[in-house]
């Protein structure tokens, strides 16, 4: 689900869901930019049209070249466009394949697994509290209210050279996947969205209640959630 919150005019997100294909995306166009809607959508259309092949690392080379292709059109444009014009998104890529789950990251969208009661926190921010926090130069605590906390080091169509940050982990049936924008984790606390997803609930379920409590604290930006649950059979089915 994706809304546009409560401040914003246009919503700058997209997201991707090709649950039959194994293939989750959350792009969050960026806020200030000149067409972010133009990246997250070309990025999510792009991921749409991919035809996966069967190899799990080509796979991920695929999706990996994908952005990294993106990356040099948005650059282009820009270029083309003249003046100090970004056109960037941020972006988290989610993988399913058999019992092993990828996952791709450029900026601040996140992803999350719920097991067992217990919310992580799969992705690491690229922005500059993130660094700073990494660097012991700030407390944890501080940093979602600190004046630099949306200011994103990384994001595809805003650097010359793109690095994709990459991770994974094994699949247990039961386990709920979260992707969302930082439109989602900037109103609502993580210990939150833990409480949510503890619910018995259907996976589009969550997603409205996860939106309606960023709606209720002001959802000053766009707001995408995304939510899969692995459910028990054969790895293969996962």
């Known amino acids: ?27 969050d166009g960026m806020g200030g930019h000149s067409s972010g809607d133009m990246a997250s959508g070309m ?8 035809h996966l092949p069967g190899v799990l690392s080509k796979k991920v080379d695929l999706l990996e070249e994908t952005l ?13 466009r003249g ?16 019992a092993h789950l990828l996952l791709l990251w450029a900026g601040d ?14 992705t690491q921010d690229h922005t500059q509290v993130e660094e700073l926090v990494a660097g012991g130069l700030l407390l944890r605590e501080d940093a979602e209210n600190h004046p630099a906390s949306n200011v994103v080091t990384r994001a595809v169509g805003a650097v010359e050279e793109l ?11 039961g386990d709920l996947y979260l992707l969302c924008s930082d439109g989602l984790n900037k109103e609502v606390a993580d210990r939150e969205i833990g409480e949510i997803l503890a619910m018995q609930l259907p996976p589009e379920n969550y997603c409205h209640r996860l939106i309606d409590l960023a709606l209720d604290r002001g959802a000053r930006d ?17």
């Open 163 to 173: 690095y994709v940050d990459m991770g994974d982990t094994q699949v247990e049936p």
């Open 43 to 50: 990025i999510v259309e792009r991921m749409q049209q991919l």
């Open 1 to 27: 689900m994706s809304h546009v919150g409560k401040v914003r005019k246009l919503n700058e997100d997209a997201y991707l869901d090709r649950n039959e294909s194994g293939l989750w995306v959350v792009a």
């Open 109 to 122: 969208s996140r992803a999350y697994r719920f097991r067992d009661g217990e919310l992580t926190q799969l």
């Open 68 to 80: 990294l292709d993106i990356n040099h059109q948005l650059l282009t444009e820009a270029a083309h």
């Open 222 to 238: 766009n707001v995408t959630v995304v939510v899969a649950r692995a459910d028990a059979g054969p790895p293969e089915q996962i």
């Open 83 to 98: 003046g100090n014009v970004t056109i960037g998104a941020t972006v988290v890529v989610m993988l399913a394949h058999a």
